[in-house]
């Protein structure tokens, strides 16, 4: 069994690697004796022409030079190929390059009298088991089991796809995605951009760490647990996390299809703030609801008109962020308080953020996990440590009767309701707009102990939405341990026992956002307005 799973495994290697050698000119990475830290590798393999692609440009800033046709659209696409063609030898982000498929897409696109779309000739990236466009496509999700299955239509990418897009490269997620680190059987370890001995995060990491060496402008992941927020923090980048049934995910490859107590959320990940809004003007111009009538209906941007009301999270109340995340609340939140903004503690002592993990974590495998675990032993797939950890590890995860399922279900609701009450006697005379918060207790870790989700899902239990955007970076000097401090639990304990400052030296620091359900409107907005109070444009 064990040689047959590999074989599998081989063949879909192969494939990978074929993709990549159609680069021209080749391109050649020596893979041993990399830097640490990989930011420095693309310039000393592209030309200057390629670094300047796509290196100087935003989002919006490139589209406008593709739309006025000084540039063309094949240039930047074969820039952004060679680019993540390094990132790939460099992190191992990538499942598949799509050389052809991009070059094709990208000369009809310059044939064209005039520039269509919103989007046009704008290379995205996209998370392997989201499927692609195009014929023969397939998708395996990670799973062994699923290597050679054919994908059709995904509804967002087909969205982006009208709207004038080039489809250049496939990225990696980690076995069963859901781990906030990016391992599986299939296509190995990515690496962190910034330093090889920490994760890029996940389930999105092979994004994130091909959008934080730039080999990518603009991309899309998904999120149930943190895999948007999560990696793009890790990796010091852009990323939104909407209220479900917002964004359309249709068409998308996973596990356990037809569940409905814990849903996930495609969005955006990408190198500025202006990318996120622009990607949700997009799919909104399309009226997806139209499509996937379980959609809420219509966005409406949204302006303050007054200066935010913020509350900070300096810690859940389970596990303390370590001193380089403290730092950069400290940081924004002096930057808002000196913009006029109203600043005051969100206080998670009595918020039972424990108790919202175990329902989550019980609503993520209402079977015990054991369609996810049997996919893997019918395969003869290696159960990695995180996947173990995930399913087998948790205390609440069993399999559930149809009655406590109910129950559950039951629990997840009135937990938002006591929360929603929470924000509202919180608010006092004037409703907190936004919570400032960490997306993680730390800095990207180190491989295989990204073991506590809480800074993340637990606003997936609440289905709030989330924006990620990067502050600063861990500095050894102005970060030291605290050696007086006493974890709280044995959680806190292995938390707090990862940090040391030379281990995170230059890893990005992130901060997050968050609103109210269905009030992604003004989580985006929100994101303006504090990213101005820190004197960016």
Same mark, same amino acid.
């Given at each position: 069994? &064990?040689?047959?799973?590999?074989?599998?495994?081989?063949?879909?290697?192969?494939?990978?690697?074929?993709?990549?050698?159609?680069?021209?000119? &080749?391109?050649?990475?020596?893979?041993?004796?990399?830097?640490?830290?990989?930011?420095?590798?693309?310039?000393?393999?592209?030309?200057?022409?390629?670094?300047?692609?796509?290196?100087?440009?935003?989002?919006?800033?490139?589209?406008?030079?593709?739309?006025?046709?000084?540039?063309?659209?094949?240039?930047?696409?074969?820039?952004?190929?060679?680019?993540?063609?390094?990132?790939?030898?460099?992190?191992?982000?990538?499942?598949?390059?799509?050389?052809?498929?991009?070059?094709?897409?990208?000369?009809?696109?310059? @044939?064209?009298?005039?520039?269509?779309?919103?989007?046009?000739?704008?290379?995205?990236?996209?998370?392997?088991?989201?499927?692609?466009?195009?014929?023969?496509?397939?998708?395996?999700?990670?799973?062994?089991?699923?290597?050679?299955?054919?994908?059709? @239509?995904?509804?967002?990418?087909?969205?982006?796809?009208?709207?004038?897009?080039?489809?250049?490269?496939?990225?990696?997620?980690?076995?069963?995605?859901?781990?906030l680190e990016t391992n599986s059987n299939i296509y190995g370890r990515t690496l962190n951009p910034y330093n090889?001995?920490?994760?890029?995060?996940g389930s999105s990491g092979g994004e994130s760490a091909l959008i934080g060496m730039r080999g990518s402008l603009?991309?899309?992941?998904?999120?149930?647990?943190?895999?948007?927020?999560?990696?793009?923090?890790?990796?010091?980048?852009?990323?939104?996390?909407?209220?479900?049934?917002?964004?359309?995910?249709?068409?998308?490859?996973?596990?356990?299809?037809?569940?409905?107590?814990?849903?996930?959320?495609?969005?955006?990940?990408?190198?500025?703030?202006?990318?996120l809004q622009l990607f949700v003007d997009v799919v909104m111009a399309s009226e997806p609801w139209l499509l996937?009538?379980?959609?809420?209906?219509?966005?409406?941007?949204?302006?303050?008109?007054?200066?935010?009301?913020?509350?900070?999270? !300096?810690?859940?109340?389970?596990?303390?962020?370590?001193?380089?995340?403290?730092?950069?609340?400290?940081?924004?939140?002096?930057?808002?308080?000196?913009?006029?903004?109203?600043?005051?503690?969100?206080?998670?002592?009595?918020?039972?953020?424990?108790?919202?993990?175990?329902?989550? @974590?019980?609503?993520?495998?209402?079977?015990?996990?054991?369609?996810?675990?049997?996919?893997?032993?019918?395969?003869?797939?290696?159960?990695?440590?995180?996947?173990?950890?995930?399913?087998?590890?948790?205390?609440?995860?069993?399999?559930?009767?149809?009655?406590?399922?109910?129950?559950?279900?039951?629990?997840?609701?009135?937990?938002?309701?006591?929360?929603?009450?929470? !924000?509202?006697?919180?608010?006092?005379?004037?409703?907190?707009?936004?919570?400032?918060?960490?997306?993680?207790?730390?800095?990207?870790?180190?491989?295989?102990?990204?073991?506590?989700?809480?800074?993340?899902?637990?606003?997936?239990?609440?289905?709030?939405?989330?924006?990620?955007?990067?502050?600063?970076?861990?500095?050894?000097?102005?970060?030291?341990?605290?050696?007086?401090?006493?974890?709280?639990?044995?959680?806190?304990?292995?938390?707090?026992?990862?940090?040391?400052?030379?281990?995170?030296?230059?890893?990005?620091?992130?901060?997050?956002?968050?609103?109210?359900?269905?009030?992604?409107?003004?989580?985006?907005?929100?994101?303006?307005?504090?990213?101005?109070?820190?004197?960016?444009?």
């Amino acid at each position: 069994m &064990a040689s047959s799973w590999e074989s599998k495994v081989a063949s879909v290697r192969e494939h990978r690697d074929a993709s990549l050698a159609k680069v021209e000119p &080749a391109i050649s990475v020596a893979t041993q004796g990399l830097p640490l830290n990989s930011q420095k590798v693309p310039a000393s393999v592209l030309t200057s022409r390629e670094l300047e692609l796509t290196e100087s440009y935003t989002v919006k800033q490139l589209l406008a030079k593709l739309r006025s046709r000084e540039i063309k659209v094949e240039e930047v696409t074969r820039a952004f190929l060679r680019r993540a063609a390094v990132a790939q030898a460099s992190v191992n982000c990538l499942t598949e390059l799509l050389w052809d498929q991009a070059l094709e897409r990208a000369k009809y696109l310059d @044939s064209l009298p005039e520039p269509t779309g919103p989007l046009f000739g704008l290379p995205i990236s996209t998370k392997e088991h989201h499927g692609q466009k195009g014929e023969n496509v397939v998708s395996n999700a990670s799973y062994v089991a699923w290597i050679g299955q054919a994908h059709g @239509s995904c509804q967002l990418y087909d969205i982006l796809w009208d709207a004038g897009c080039v489809y250049f490269a496939r990225t990696t997620q980690p076995q069963t995605i859901m781990h906030l680190e990016t391992n599986s059987n299939i296509y190995g370890r990515t690496l962190n951009p910034y330093n090889r001995n920490l994760t890029p995060g996940g389930s999105s990491g092979g994004e994130s760490a091909l959008i934080g060496m730039r080999g990518s402008l603009l991309g899309v992941g998904g999120d149930i647990g943190g895999s948007i927020r999560c990696p793009a923090a890790h990796c010091g980048i852009y990323g939104f996390k909407p209220t479900c049934k917002r964004i359309p995910s249709g068409g998308v490859r996973t596990h356990m299809v037809g569940k409905e107590a814990i849903l996930s959320t495609l969005g955006p990940m990408t190198v500025d703030r202006e990318a996120l809004q622009l990607f949700v003007d997009v799919v909104m111009a399309s009226e997806p609801w139209l499509l996937d009538p379980s959609l809420t209906v219509g966005w409406t941007k949204y302006k303050y008109d007054k200066p935010l009301k913020i509350a900070v999270q !300096w810690t859940d109340g389970v596990v303390q962020p370590h001193p380089p995340m403290i730092r950069a609340l400290k940081e924004v939140v002096a930057a808002c308080e000196a913009a006029g903004m109203e600043v005051v503690d969100w206080d998670c002592t009595e918020l039972q953020h424990d108790k919202a993990w175990e329902i989550l @974590s019980s609503l993520y495998w209402t079977d015990g996990g054991d369609e996810t675990l049997g996919r893997l032993n019918a395969a003869g797939e290696p159960v990695l440590p995180l996947t173990k950890f995930i399913i087998q590890e948790q205390p609440a995860v069993k399999s559930l009767t149809q009655h406590e399922l109910w129950e559950r279900t039951k629990q997840r609701d009135q937990y938002r309701d006591f929360y929603a009450k929470a !924000w509202n006697a919180a608010s006092k005379d004037r409703q907190i707009d936004v919570i400032l918060c960490p997306p993680s207790f730390s800095a990207a870790v180190p491989h295989d102990q990204s073991k506590y989700w809480g800074y993340t899902a637990q606003w997936n239990l609440l289905d709030y939405p989330g924006a990620v955007f990067p502050v600063t970076t861990v500095d050894p000097e102005k970060d030291p341990k605290d050696q007086t401090y006493k974890p709280k639990n044995a959680q806190d304990e292995f938390c707090y026992s990862l940090y040391t400052p030379e281990t995170y030296k230059d890893a990005p620091i992130s901060l997050q956002i968050i609103g109210r359900r269905n009030h992604d409107e003004k989580v985006l907005a929100a994101l303006d307005e504090i990213e101005k109070a820190l004197g960016r444009s």
